[in-house]
């Protein structure tokens, strides 16, 4: 066989493996709905990527602090209900920008961290009809 014919026979072999190449690419953006934790809703994997954006720099990978407080089930539970979590969050954090986030983007992550700290109830979406009916108690 020729070296020419040797290279068309690899073009096809070639190709797919390019294809496969671009695909991870493109897909690199959020994890895929199969990669969630059992019973972790969406609300909490979107405030998971709030939380790594605008807090973790402060509050630490494993919400344990760094230049902030940690937060955890203790200091979450002293607000009382949600609604004045975020309340608080949404007026004094991120603490190098107060208020940056929109409303959706404060419930989303207010719900992941209530959730690691096994405070948020099972099957219940934070939002603003919610939020004063959740109660965080030690
Ligand atoms: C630039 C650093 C920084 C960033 C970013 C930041 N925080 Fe904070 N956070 C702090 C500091 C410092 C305190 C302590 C404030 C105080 O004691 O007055 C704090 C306090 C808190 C508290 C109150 C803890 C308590 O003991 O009552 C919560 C809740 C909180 N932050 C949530 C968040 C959330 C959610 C985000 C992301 C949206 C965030 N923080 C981003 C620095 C930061």
């Given at each position: 066989m020729s070296e020419h014919l040797r290279a068309m026979r690899l073009l096809p072999v070639l190709g797919t493996a390019a294809m496969i190449a671009v695909g991870g690419l493109i897909g690199g953006?959020?994890?895929?709905?199969?990669?969630?934790?059992?019973?972790?809703?969406a609300q909490v994997v979107q405030g998971e990527q709030v939380y790594a954006r605008a807090?973790?720099?402060?509050?630490?990978?494993?919400?344990?602090?760094?230049v902030g407080p940690p937060l955890d089930a203790a200091r979450l539970t002293a607000y009382g209900t949600a609604a004045r979590l975020y309340q608080y969050v949404r007026g004094t954090?991120?603490?190098?920008?107060?208020?940056?986030?929109?409303e959706q983007e404060y419930y989303d992550v207010i719900a992941y961290l209530l959730q690691r700290n096994g405070l948020l109830p099972p099957e219940t979406t934070l939002d603003a009809s919610t939020a004063a009916d959740i109660a965080l108690r030690p």
């Open positions: 953006g959020p994890l895929p709905v199969a990669a969630r934790v059992p019973g972790q809703s807090c973790q720099s402060c509050h630490g990978a494993n919400l344990e602090g760094t954090m991120p603490m190098d920008a107060p208020g940056s986030l929109s």
